[in-house]
């Protein structure tokens, strides 16, 4: 850290979320505030955010969580290539995903959304050296942007079903909405999107394949932040879809399948990291069905298992960054020890592992007791499936803690290094392993009216939130929690026999990176068939073809006239004489067998129609038109001078001919018509007869064509302008091309 | 093409369609002429110099490569519709200081915008093919 | 009157396009010089025709003299003629370029950029 613009730029990163996190809470006022800018009003879209329990519950997570891991990442991307990058990508993804929570508009809220997916693209692919990380992130993205534009359509629907794209004004209007019948396909729209970002059941592997971020990423977007977007939508869209069977059925199959499922996954890792992302999808997993549930025991679990998870997971991701670097390996085998070298690691591990395992009197408890009542008023399933899905993370939790640290070091374990003296890898797991076990002891009333009372009160229609307690005495919630102590530390015991036969178990099942893989593959085929078919570098082809289509679109006009208008023959002399010598200048250039003949044709053309508008009451378009010819007919000339091979080129064969000529009639007829049948109709003169009267008064010229196009229609004229001087500097780059392939890419004498 | 009378009637009649050509361009808002029309004339101007003589003539002679006319003709039609911006009049409306307005301010864009590329144009084939 | 001129716009793009399906390359450009010449026509045409009444205001007037040549279809043409221009140029530049690089006008013949992958 010798360069000191690099450490001002880090300074800055670590201390913006924190500038942030304090700015939220001062200005915060429960239940809401409303901040507002109009952006694009006649869009109807507004720059408005709002703060309310929900928002300000995950705003401050991400700007509290991304302060710490901001401070991790100083220390822990030192070694790295562009860290100032690395902070910059982690910074905006924070802005990002502070955007995404705080709008309160539905279009706002899907361009955030779209900007933590690329912003997360940046930051997993990171290492874009290494092939998996390229792909992962590229995985990543096609995953949630897929399911994000599924999304943009279900929130277009939404929004044209309420009459606003307000979020606080749909939220209102509350189940109102059910009776409308797109009210299910926006429904399902929305929660593609919400399922793929926060990695559901059957879109769960993008989340383990994007570990091949660094570290601190997956701490932050693949833990605290950014997976749970799609449960903040659900949250927030509660009011609306929260009646329906259909939201019920869907969030809680999903839900406690991928909580299940997942946990299975994770039982089988070897890999802490990834042991720790399938973890991750349990607990998104149950978020969901919490919501599904949408009851008031649930919306509370849902609240307190947010943030208890952010805590001891981010923490938890820490931990094991530390290991990484103290040995080079996550492979908890190889791992004994390292207490001795991270102790302090060890503290943090020690209590977020049991926050995760939902010892008391953590916050993992706490959460996990009214995730175990919210489950029971829905009977037994939900319930096992969650005592399942626990016990498991009881067992990885003991894994974790007890197989790199509590063992003692032996000689095929990996060598390790002192890492903590760098306060900066050990301080920020300490905190949020504090965080932990102060929030449930010390601030559980002030968690409640900060965070769960708002919440519930907008995401509820009847809000009757009771008081959350630690501790409610005996009952059948924290029997559950005994149940489930001891069946964790059984699958911990029986790991080793377990685990193989798990494997066994689920090796034949297809997985969900292949099925993606195959997807893409499926896609890339097709984009190669059909660039085969259609772009196979026959010019003349694409020209008929071209053609071909356009005489297909003008031959609808052909269909669809009844009876042919009148026509009006009030022709002077001078009508004739210019009409035949324009047709006969036409045939000319076709029949022509030199070029020069064709050029000369061509200027006659040009001087005809020149005459035609000075005829017909359009001097100044007669003078351009004239000029131009005069300069197009010059540089054909220059050019054509230049080209003596241009003059032996074949013609197409004669049958080919026919075809063409068919065409060319084709097109010419259909034009005829639709001309003839718009000059027929009636014309509405009324923005000429605007222009012809306020050309005076309003813009002080009488030369009414040139008042339209330097006044009234100016933006036109302006674009006009641009596009010349592009075309002009396009010119020079052709020509200028020419010298730069001489110069370097042809040997003198090879001929061409 | 180097004929006497030829090159030194070029010079006269450059001259005087130049002199047109800003002529066309003044009265354009109330008779038949215009930044577009005005502009095609002095290119026809400047192509009859560059056949009497060489491009590398008509360069000298414009001070300033085509590109830098075709540059300031944007930013001039540009500079006369934000104008009205500091008037608190939307972009690109008219404002009027008796007989001389922004309108006329930004045909004289282009005018110039027409001219430099047309020369840019011109010039390069000229010099590239020959 | 518009009859007689919708025929020839018709006509002169059928030519054009005629010219468009060809080979040679020159050609190919001079049957996209014909067909927007045609198709500038049409927009006036559409717009309707008038004889000898200019949309000028007299210098004494505050409206021009009554029956007017509608000039709002003039200012597109205008427009649509510059803009034309300048891709016309592009163009011809871009056919003298394939054709020095090619060695051949024949548009058929010329499909190095497309195979060279």
């Known amino acids: 850290m010798h360069n000191p613009t690099l450490k001002l730029w880090l300074a800055f990163c670590a201390l913006l979320p924190l500038g942030i996190f304090l700015l939220i809470s001062a200005s915060y006022k429960p239940p809401e505030s409303l901040l507002y800018w109009p952006w694009i009003p006649s869009l109807g879209i507004d720059f408005s955010l709002r703060l309310d329990g929900l928002s300000v519950l995950f705003a401050s997570l991400i700007s509290g969580v991304g302060f710490l891991v901001q401070l991790y990442a100083i220390a822990y991307m030192k070694p790295y290539k562009g860290r100032g990058a690395f902070h910059l990508y982690l910074t905006l993804f924070m802005l990002a995903m502070l955007g995404l929570v705080l709008a309160d508009n539905l279009l706002l809220l899907f361009v955030f959304w779209e900007l933590t997916t690329l912003t997360s693209y940046l930051l997993i692919g990171f290492n874009h050296e290494q092939e998996k990380s390229r792909k992962n992130a590229l995985q990543a993205m096609l995953v949630t942007g897929s399911g994000g534009l599924a999304m943009l359509a279900g929130l277009i629907i939404l929004g044209e079903m309420a009459g606003t794209y307000s979020l606080s004004a749909i939220i209102t209007q509350g189940a109102s909405l059910s009776q409308h019948p797109w009210f299910t396909p926006s429904l399902l729209l929305i929660l593609l999107g919400a399922f793929t970002k926060s990695a559901q059941f059957p879109f769960h592997f993008w989340l383990p394949g994007a570990m091949a971020a660094p570290t601190p990423v997956s701490a932050y977007l693949h833990s605290s932040t950014m997976v749970k977007a799609g449960v903040y939508l659900l949250a927030r869209l509660l009011p609306v879809y929260g009646d329906s069977t259909l939201w019920f059925t869907l969030l809680c199959s999903a839900g406690a399948f991928t909580a299940l499922w997942c946990a299975l996954q994770a039982y089988r890792q070897t890999d802490l990291k990834l042991m720790l992302a399938f973890s991750t999808n349990v607990i998104l997993g149950q978020l969901v069905m919490l919501i599904g549930i949408g009851s008031s025991y649930a919306i509370t679990a849902a609240l307190l298992l947010i943030a208890a998870h952010s805590f001891y997971k981010a923490g938890l991701f820490m931990v094991v960054g530390n290991i990484d670097k103290a040995t080079g390996t996550r492979e908890y085998h190889e791992l004994a020890g390292l207490r001795a070298v991270l102790a302090i690691s060890f503290t943090a591990a020690l209590v977020t592992a049991a926050s995760k395992a939902g010892l008391p009197p953590s916050f993992g408890f706490l959460s996990k007791e009214y995730l175990y009542k919210a489950g029971l008023e829905f009977g037994w399933l939900l319930s096992g499936t969650m005592l399942l899905a626990n016990a498991i993370m009881v067992a990885l939790a003991l894994l974790i803690v007890i197989k790199p640290f509590l063992r003692p070091h032996h000689a095929k374990a990996a060598p390790m290094k002192a890492v903590e003296h760098n306060q900066l890898l050990w301080l920020p797991p300490i905190v949020l392993a504090l965080l932990s076990i102060i929030v449930p002891l010390a601030l559980l009333n002030w968690y409640q009216g900060l965070v769960i009372d708002p919440a519930a009160e907008v995401m509820l229609s009847t809000p009757q939130v009771k008081t959350v307690k630690l501790w409610e005495g005996l009952n059948l919630p924290l029997l559950l929690s005994a149940l489930t102590l001891l069946l964790g530390i059984l699958l911990y015991v029986g790991y080793p026999r377990l685990k193989p036969r798990l494997d066994q178990l689920m090796s034949g099942l297809p997985s969900g990176p292949a099925v993606y893989q195959y997807l893409l593959d499926a896609v890339v085929k097709l984009a190669n068939w059909q660039t085969r078919l259609l772009q196979h570098g026959q010019l003349t082809q694409y020209s008929l073809q071209f053609f071909l289509v356009l005489l297909a679109f003008l031959s609808t006009v052909l269909w669809q006239i009844h009876p042919l208008p009148p026509i009006d023959w009030d022709l002077k002399y001078y009508d004739i004489f210019l009409a035949v010598f324009l047709v006969i200048a036409a045939v000319v250039v076709v029949k022509a067998r030199t070029l020069l003949l064709a050029v000369a044709a061509l200027g006659t053309i040009g001087f005809l129609t020149t005459l035609v508008f000075l005829v017909y009451s359009a001097p100044d378009v007669a003078k351009t038109q004239l000029l131009v010819e005069t300069l197009l007919v010059v540089f054909i000339a220059i050019v054509l001078r230049h080209l003596s091979a241009a003059n032996t080129v074949p013609r197409h064969s004669a049958v080919r001919r026919l075809v063409h000529a068919c065409v060319a009639a084709g097109i010419g007829i259909s034009i005829t018509l639709a001309l003839w049948i718009i000059t027929a109709e009636p014309m509405n003169q009324a923005i000429s007869e605007f222009y012809a009267q306020t050309s005076v008064s309003g813009g002080k010229g009488r030369n009414i064509v040139n008042v339209i196009l330097v006044d009234f229609r100016a933006f036109d004229t302006l674009g006009e302008a641009v596009v010349v001087v592009i075309a002009a500097l396009a010119t020079i780059a052709i020509l200028a091309g020419k010298r730069i392939n001489q110069m370097v890419s042809e040997p003198p004498k090879e001929p061409r | ?130 | 009157m518009e009859f007689l001129w919708c025929l020839v716009v018709g006509l002169m793009t059928a030519c054009g396009v005629f010219l468009m399906l060809e080979r040679h390359i020159v050609r190919f450009l001079f049957g996209m010089i014909l067909v927007s010449n045609a198709i500038n026509l049409a927009i006036f045409v559409a717009g309707r025709l008038t004889r000898g009444n200019p949309p000028l205001i007299a210098s004494d007037a505050l409206l021009p003299a009554a029956g007017y040549a509608n000039p709002l279809p003039q200012a597109l043409i205008l427009t649509a003629i510059v803009i034309g221009f300048g891709l016309l140029l592009f163009t011809l530049l871009l056919a003298y370029r394939a054709i020095k690089e090619f060695g051949t006008a024949d548009m058929d013949k010329m499909q190095h950029a497309e195979t060279e992958q």
């Open chain 2, 1 to 130: 093409m180097s004929s006497i009378i030829f090159r030194t009637s070029a010079h006269i009649v450059t001259v005087l369609m130049l002199v047109f050509s800003v002529y066309l361009l003044l009265r354009g808002h109330n008779n038949p002429g215009g930044g577009f029309i005005a502009g095609l004339i002095a290119v026809i101007a400047f192509a009859l110099l560059m056949l009497a003589e060489t491009p590398d003539y008509v360069r000298e002679r414009l001070i300033y490569p085509p590109p830098a006319f075709a540059g300031s003709g944007v930013l001039i039609a540009l500079f006369a519709g934000l104008l009205p911006l500091f008037f608190g009049q939307p972009f690109l409306s008219g404002l009027w200081l008796g007989k001389i307005g922004s309108p006329l301010l930004f045909d004289v864009g282009v005018y110039l915008a027409v001219i430099g590329s047309v020369l840019m144009i011109l010039l390069n084939v000229e010099e590239e093919l020959s």
